[in-house]
């Protein structure tokens, strides 16, 4: 059974700085791994999507990373802004075609 | 706006009452998914579909709960005798085919139950 967890559970850098998420999960056999946004409330926000024959996706100041034989990814967030503020969620999809989340780091950016 | 959208965005009801909640999928999207969020956890895997063929069900959807697609294009999920342990934001997600394409959610119907 696949199982997603997410280290820090939350997070709290000053403006600026530069940080990294992780996400780990037990089984290898993904077909792609996606990084999503959540504010307080609301719906998710894809971030990036990382397939299995991938190492790395970025855009814009985000860079994620895939590691399938270990299980990890990690999201490294450069020159964080009070904007960037929210729970950042882990998801992979599995081989039997649906998407298992990780529990998100709470993330906040200090002015 | 050609995102998935949910409606409605809140329900509040009282115990014992049936609601159903509304999802419309990204049009040329083929999949479905239902998921459900509690505070301070990360969403859960309810049931999803394939066109309009429901493929898998979590445990987590007691038999109070069900989820239809009728003509492949939007879905409803319905829950029966609502409980306050239903309390919860249900997210929706559809994607373009099978699990190698991006999955895009709609903004969530939170419900209360009082």
């Known amino acids: 059974k696949q199982e997603v967890t997410q280290i820090p559970a939350a997070l709290s850098v000053p403006e600026g700085e530069n940080l990294v998420l992780n996400c780990s999960f037990t089984?290898?056999?993904?077909?792609?791994l996606q990084w999503f946004r959540q504010d307080p409330g609301k719906g998710l926000t894809s971030l990036l999507l990382i397939q299995s024959s991938q190492r790395e996706q970025t855009s814009g100041r985000l860079n994620a990373s895939l590691d399938k034989s270990s299980g990890r990814s990690t999201l490294y967030i450069a020159a964080s802004q009070p904007g960037d503020s929210a729970t950042y969620l882990c998801a992979v999809s599995t081989s039997y075609d649906k998407v298992i989340f990780g529990p998100g780091t709470s993330l906040s950016v200090i002015p | 706006d050609t995102g998935v959208s949910q409606n409605p965005r809140h329900k509040i009801t009282k115990r014992g009452q049936n609601v159903t909640f509304r999802c419309d999928p990204i049009s040329e999207h083929n999949r479905l998914y239902w998921y459900r969020q509690t505070l301070g956890q990360g969403p859960e895997f309810l049931t999803y579909f394939q066109n309009e063929a429901q493929l898998e069900k979590s445990r987590l959807l007691s038999d109070r709960f069900s989820a239809e697609r009728p003509k492949g294009s939007f879905s409803t999920l319905e829950i029966q005798r609502t409980e306050q342990g239903d309390s919860a934001m249900y997210l929706c997600?559809?994607?373009?085919?099978?699990?190698?394409?991006?999955?895009?959610f709609g903004q969530g119907t939170r419900l209360t139950v009082v």
């Open positions: 089984d290898s056999a993904i077909y792609n």
């Open positions: 997600a559809s994607s373009l085919r099978d699990g190698d394409t991006e999955a895009f």
